[in-house]
């Protein structure tokens, strides 16, 4: 589906690699201004603008505690957002895209989709004084240099367990331990993109050919498949519904562990992770007021938020190695093509 709408975003937005989708000169101007004067200037053309769309996909409270520190700073400007997964983004993107009356100003999604939509030009590019802070590595850019996207965010996936399910000597600590006879009925993954993306994981991690002997064993070890979300999953093992799975969010977890749930999480190496990106939209309505807040996602009181709701800094050395689903692939459309294949290999594994 996601495919398919920006197929017809790109004819919307009539760009392609990364190239800006027509802002106009107030857009061009608020993203790219750097006087010494620059606060001010953005905080005034904010308040006369009013308000900023904020879409994304994150979820809970991290999103109104953003809003109200923002508030704090600029409370003449109103935030309003629309919250959704990758598709529900897209789909609206494409939507107000061909209709020429695009609402969002500032786009914060995970990476593979956010790539996708600056691929086709639907993004700007943009300066801030926070950008200098961030890696190479989470700082996405058009062929020219110019700036796209900051990575703000990041979750990880890895193995948790109920502990009165699952003994200390079970815990496995690598991909080959998930094959002990002690787990086999007791690991679960979730038929989302959380559990393709498992698939993923394990074929960069192993090899085309050794990843798909390591599936064919681990599929022998009756994993349940529940058609759930990462968070629901989290639960079920937090209840002792379900034992084990090797696709729940350290997020999750942690919350969950802070409720005095039985529940723990190790990393197995590589951990996938899910980084989010904040940026500016090329037709963005309010420019100026879209610009404040992208400071504010990428900034240290920002971070902070980011932090006490469980989402570090993809920078952050949490003390394991990552693994970025699309971080490899050099376009959006060769990702979409491995996810293809992982998503077969998972209902062929799983079935």
Sequence with gaps: MISVALTSLLTACGGSNGEAGGETNAA??????TGSDRDTY??????????????????????????????EKYPDVKVKTFRGDESDITSRVVQES?????????????????????????????????????????????????????????????????????????????LDDLLKPALKGKLALTDSTTGVRFIG????????????????KLGEQNIRIESVSGSALAGLIAKGEVASSPGIFRNHAQQLIKDNSPIKWVAIEPVTANV????????????????????????????????????????????FKSWVPDETYKTAKDYEKAFTTWQELFEKTFS
């Design 201 to 216: 994981n394990v074929l960069t991690t192993l090899g085309e050919d050794a990843g798909k002997a390591y599936l064919k």
């Design 276 to 319: 989010g990106y904040a940026g500016v939209f090329a037709k963005a309505p309010h420019p100026c007021a879209a610009m404040l807040l992208t400071d504010m996602l990428l900034s240290e009181d920002g971070g902070k938020i980011y932090e006490k709701k469980q989402y570090p800094r993809p920078d952050e050395d949490l003390g």
């Design 28 to 33: 061009a101007t608020a993203f790219t201004y």
């Design 98 to 174: 061909q209709a020429d009356r695009l609402q969002g100003d500032i786009l914060e999604l995970s990476s593979d989709a956010y790539r996708e939509l600056a691929d086709i030009g639907a993004l700007a590019t943009f300066t801030s004084p926070v950008t200098a802070k961030y890696s190479e590595r989470f700082t996405l850019k058009n062929d020219e240099g110019k700036i796209l996207g900051i990575g703000d965010r990041a979750s990880y996936v890895s193995f948790a367990y109920n502990t009165n399910k699952v003994p200390d000597a079970d815990v496995p600590k690598t």
């Design 42 to 71: 953005l905080a005034d053309c904010a308040k006369k603008e009013g308000s900023v769309t904020w879409y994304t996909s994150l979820a809970g409270g991290v999103i109104d505690d953003m809003i109200k520190a923002f508030n």
